[in-house]
C-alpha cells in the first residue's frame, strides 16, 4: 500500500484520480491540495465524493507533501508543474506529471509553444509515459510525463503504420474531437452549457499547442520529423476524444491486413482494443474506462489508410492513464485499479 | 464464488447487471440470455465488453439456465417474468426479478393495473426488494421482487417522515423525473434521439404502473391506506431519477430537525446520503454509482415538507438493487462488488 | 415603424429581442448597448447575426438613447432598471422592463425579497405585463413591467381555476423545471456544460425570488392571499420552461370539463393552446416559439387537479413577451413579428 | 401566391417544409401527404402546429395532388421519388425533388451506389439545385434535385479553391459530422436517445452514398475527375453538419488571400458567410437559419489549406435549400420566407 498525494486536486483531472484511486488496492491518497478549496472536504465540492471519502483539500506545500506522501501526481497547470516536480524528486518521491512541462524532449520546442522552461535539467529523465511504447522505461522513471489527452489518441492510432514504414509521414492529417472536460472547470462563457450544447466547432485550427508532443512522438516511431495536420474540435458531450487520422497508403494492403497488423502490435496490451475489420469505434464504448479502442480501414478508391481511435479523456486521457504509469512505477501489475467498462448507456 | 445467469440480458439493465457483477469478487455470470441476440458475443451486442468478458448470448431454456446457474436475475417484461421465476425457484435455484410481477402483494391490485397473473400463489413467498426496508426477510428469500425505478427514489424519500408519522398521508404529491434509459432499448419514436433531446414531458399522468406499488409501500408505513399524486416526466438525460416529494407536516419542526431524523433512520445504510440542511442532491452525484441521496426540507410559509431524492434508475433504481439483494440472499457482504462513485463529469 | 432601443444587449434575453425584432415589421432596432462589448459589432459577440444587422454594441447613456429611441427595453439586472426606467419615462419614451423591478406593486415586499427600492414611486403607474390578464392596461401603459418566466407558466396555467373558484388556493404547489438560459450568461461553474449535462437539480427551494411576484398574481385571481409552494429545477437544455402544478379541487368536475373551462378562457387568446384532454404538452413543442402550451387533467383518485404548462423561457417567458407588450402598447396588432412555430426537431 | 404539395409530408424533412412555408407570404401549403398518418392533423403528429395550421395529412395519389397543387416538393425516400416525378412533371407542375434520384447526372453511377433508376430518361432535364453553382439553370429547370445535406456543405466549402485551382484535387478530404435528424424519424435502436447522447462515431467510412454526388460537382469545378475521402461521423445534436476539408496548396497564399478569395466568390450571395481570417464557425450560429458559414485558413507548416463548412443539415441542407430552388423556379426574390437568424442559444 503506497500513499499518495494529488498536488491540484480540485480540477476535473484531480477529482478523477481521486475516484479511480479510492477503487486501487495498493494505493492511498493522503492529500489532495487546491489553493481556492483548502479546508473544505473534497465532498463538499463534489458531492459525489460523500460517504466514500474524508479527505479534506489542503493548501500544504510540496515539501509538507512530499513528508508523508510516497507518489505525487500533479495535476497542475503548465507551467506550474516545473516548479514543483523538482521539490518532490529531490525528497525521493516518484511522480506523475499530468501537465505538458516534461513531455517535450526539446526545450528549445516547448519554448515555442508554451513559454519559458525553468526545470529544463529534469528533461532528459522526464519519461513520456506512454506504456505501449514506453513500457520499460516507465518501469525505472522516476518522473514521468503524462501524455497529453490528444496525443494519446493520435499516437496509439498510428504507432502500428508509422514503425511499419506503411504510409507516408507526410501525409498525415488528424481530426479529433474532444468532450468539454478538456477544458477544464474554470468558468468561462465559451465553457457554458448554453454555448456548447447543440453547437459543435473547430477551435485553434493550425495552432494547438499539443502539435509538437504529437509530432515529438510520431516522428521517432516514423524514423524521421514529421509535420501532421491536427484540428481540434469542440464535442457537445462531457467526455471523450475521438480521432479520425488520414494517411497516405505507402504499400498495398487490405483492411483486413491492416487490423492484422494492429491486432498484432497490440496483441499485449490491456488497454487497446482493435475494432474487427468494417467496425470503428463509438466515444461511448470507452468513456469511463482506461480502454483506447481502434477501428482502421483502407480506402482503395483513393489510397488512404483512414484510422479512428477514441478514449475517455479523463481516464486514458490523464488519470487512468497516469495510474497505469503508477502501477508501472511502483511494481504493482498494470491494470491495477482500473479494471473498468464503460459506463453504458 | 456463486454462478449467476441473467434471463433476458441484451437490455439495458441485463447489459447493467453483466457490467456490475464482471467486478463483482464472488460472482461469475455463466449464462445470459438473448431470444434477440441468441448466439452473438455480447460484446458485439455492446463494444464496450469487448475484452472483458468472452460469454455469448443463449437461448437456454429456463430448465437449462437452472441446471447450471446458482443465482437468477430476471430481467424480462413485466407478465413474462411469473412464468419463469416459478421454474427455477423449484430447481431450487434464488431468484431476484427485476420485473413487477412479485412486487404487488394482492393480485387483485397487479390485476387492476397489469394484468392477469399466473403465479398468484407465489406472492406470499416473495420479498419486497428494498433492503432498507426488509433487510432481514430479504436474507431468508428465495424469490426476491426488485422494486421499481420511481418507487424506489419516493419510498425511500418519505420512509422516515411516514413512519414518524409527521406528515399527512393524503397529502403526499411525489413529481419524478427519470432518464431515457427507464424506456429501455425497444426502438421507439418516442425514445429517438431528435425527440428526446432538448425537450422534457410529462407523461401517463395520474396512471402510471408503479402507483400501486408505491401506495402499497408507502401505506405499509404509514400504517393507513395511501393515495398518492404521482407524476412521471421524461428528462433528457440517460440515467437517473430525481423525485420531488412535497407532503404536509403535522408536526412543527425544522430543516435541520428533519435531517436529524433523516440521518438517523438511514445510519447504517450503506447507499443512502442525507444532504445537509439546505444542501439538494444532483442527479449527476449519483449516477453511476449504488447511492440513493436525499435532501429534505421545512417549507415554514405553507406548512410542507419538501423532499428531494435521486438515484442512478439502472442501479440503484434497478440493476445495482438487485446484486445487493443478491448479496444479502447470498450471505455476502452487503456492498461487495458496489463500492461505486458516481462518473462525473 | 419605430424606433427601438435595448438598453442592455448582450445577454441571452438582449439578443433574442434583437433576434425577433429583425422580424418584426414595424419597430427597427435603432440602439444595443452594453458595457463589456461597447464598440464590439453584434455579430462579432453572437456570429448569427452576421450579414443580418450591422449594429454595433454602444455604451451611451440612457438620456441619448432616450435622443433617438422610440421605445425601450430594458435587459437589466435587477435593482440597475429602477434607476434607468424613470429617466426613459420622464423623456417621454416607452418603456418595457425585463427586470423584477416594477413587478411587485408593494414596495414592502420587494425589499424583503430583493433589496431597496430606489423608484417606488413608479410602481403605481406600472403595469405587469402578462397581456392574458392585464391587456388593456397594458395598451395605455408607460411603463410595462415584464413578468419573470416561472410566473408566467404558472400564472397562466392556474389563471383559469382559481377564478373560477374550482380550487383550494391554500393547496397549490408548483414543481418548474428550467433549462439553463434562465441562468444568465454569467460564467460560473454551475453553469457549465460539464456541470450541467446529464445532471438535473432543485434550487433555492422554498426561496426562490419568483415567489411573492407569483403569490401577488395568484392571489389577484384568486381574490385572497397565497402561499404556494414553488420549486425550481435546472433541466438540462437550453431553452424551455416546464411547469407541474398541483391544485385540490373544491368541485367535482372531470378532466373534460377542465379542458372546457380552459379553452374558454383562453378562446381568443393568440398566443395560449391548451391540449385535448388526456394530452400534456412537451417542451419541444413550444422552444423556438412564443406560445404557452397547457395541459390539465383531474386525479379523481385523489382529488387533484394537475396541470402542465410550457413556455420558451427567452420568448414568452422574457423577449417574446416583451414585444407582445411593446405591440400592445404601440396600437400594432398583438402578433406582430411574432408567428413562430416552434424550431422541431 | 402559388399553391403546393409536400409529397411525404410527415418526416422529419417534410415537417421542415411545412414550417418554414408557414412564413413565406407567396405560396400556401395544400396538401402533405403520408401512408402513416393519412387522416391525421399535422398538428396532432407534430403538437408545435397546433393553432398554426389545419391542414391533415393524405393519402392521396400524385395524380390528384397535381389536380389542385402547383409546386411539388418530394420527401420521400430514394428510389420512390423518381416514380413520382414524372407524373407531376407530365401533368405541367414543377418539382422540387429532395431525395437522390436526380442529383446524378450518370445513371450508370446512380446504380452503382443506389440500385436500378427507373426514370434515366429525365436526368438530362433535371438541374442540380445548389443555387449557388447553378442559379440560372434552376430558374428554367421544371425538375429540381435537391443536394444532399452532406454535399452542400462540402461543396460551398471547396467551390472557390477548385475553381481558382489552388488545390491539388487528389488531395481533398472531408471530414464532416452531422447531427441525429439526419437519419430521419424511422425508430431504429442507432438513434435512440441512450445510443447517441454522450456519444459520437464515425459511419460508412469510405463508402457513404453521398460520395459520388459530391466528387461529380468537385470534380465540375476542378474540370477533372475528382476522387476524394469523405468520412461522416454522427454528433449528439439535433440539427447541423460540420465539414472540415483539407486539401494540397498548389499556390503559396496566405490565410488571408483565401479570405478575400472567398469573399469574392460569394460576394453577392444571400446565404453564405465567410468568417473572418483566423476565425471558423460554429454549428450553433447557423441552426435555425439557411446559411452556409464557412471558415478558412492555411496551414503553412503542412502546406495544406483547411476549411471549415457548417449548415443547418434541415435548413440549407433540404428544406431551406428546396424553398431557395422554388423561389427561383417561380420568379419570386430568393430570399422570399427565408430571412432566418440561427435560434441561440
Not at 484531480?14 to 492511498?28: I, K, V, Y
Not at 502501477?327 to 473498468?340: A, H, K, V, W
Request: with cysteine.
Amino acid at each position: 500500500m503506497i500513499k499518495v498525494g494529488i498536488y491540484g486536486g480540485s480540477g476535473y483531472t484531480g477529482q478523477e484520480l481521486l475516484r479511480l484511486l479510492l477503487g486501487h488496492p495498493e494505493a492511498r491518497v493522503v492529500a489532495a491540495t487546491s489553493r481556492r478549496f483548502a479546508g473544505v472536504p473534497v465532498s463538499e465540492v463534489y458531492p459525489a465524493f460523500s460517504g466514500r471519502t474524508d479527505l479534506v483539500y489542503t493548501d500544504d506545500s510540496p515539501e509538507t507533501v512530499a513528508g508523508f506522501a510516497d507518489f505525487i501526481f500533479l495535476a497542475l497547470p503548465h507551467g506550474v508543474s516545473m516548479g514543483m516536480a523538482p521539490i518532490f524528486i529531490r525528497a525521493g518521491r516518484k511522480v506523475v506529471d499530468l501537465s505538458a512541462d516534461f513531455r517535450i524532449r526539446d526545450a528549445a520546442a516547448y519554448e515555442a509553444w508554451y513559454g519559458r522552461h525553468t526545470a529544463a535539467e529534469m528533461l532528459g529523465e522526464a519519461v513520456y509515459g506512454l506504456p505501449e511504447l514506453y513500457r520499460d522505461e516507465i518501469r525505472q522513471a522516476r518522473l514521468t510525463a503524462n501524455p497529453g489527452c490528444y496525443p494519446t489518441s493520435i499516437i496509439l492510432g498510428l504507432a502500428p503504420v508509422l514503425r511499419s514504414r506503411w504510409v507516408d509521414p507526410a501525409s498525415v492529417i488528424a481530426d479529433s474531437k474532444s468532450g468539454a472536460s478538456g477544458a477544464g472547470r474554470e468558468p468561462q462563457i465559451a465553457s457554458l452549457y448554453c454555448e456548447v450544447d447543440g453547437g459543435f466547432k473547430a477551435y485553434k485550427v493550425g495552432n494547438h499547442r499539443h502539435t509538437p508532443e504529437i509530432e515529438q512522438e510520431l516522428g521517432l516511431l516514423a524514423g524521421r520529423e514529421m509535420k501532421i495536420s491536427f484540428t481540434p474540435h469542440l464535442l457537445p458531450v462531457k467526455r471523450g476524444i475521438l480521432s479520425t487520422i488520414y494517411a497516405k497508403m505507402e504499400k498495398d494492403v487490405s483492411a483486413e491486413e491492416a487490423v492484422v497488423l494492429y491486432r498484432e502490435f497490440y496483441r499485449e496490451e490491456p488497454f487497446v482494443r482493435v475494432c474487427p475489420a468494417g467496425r470503428f469505434p463509438d466515444l461511448s464504448s470507452v468513456v469511463g474506462s482506461n480502454f483506447c479502442d481502434i477501428g482502421v480501414t483502407v480506402d482503395k478508391r483513393t489510397g488512404r489508410l483512414i484510422i479512428v481511435s477514441v478514449i475517455d479523456n479523463l481516464i486514458k486521457g490523464a488519470s487512468g492513464q497516469a495510474i497505469q504509469n503508477m502501477n508501472l512505477m511502483s511494481g504493482f501489475p498494470e491494470e491495477t485499479g482500473l479494471p473498468l467498462v464503460a459506463l453504458y448507456p
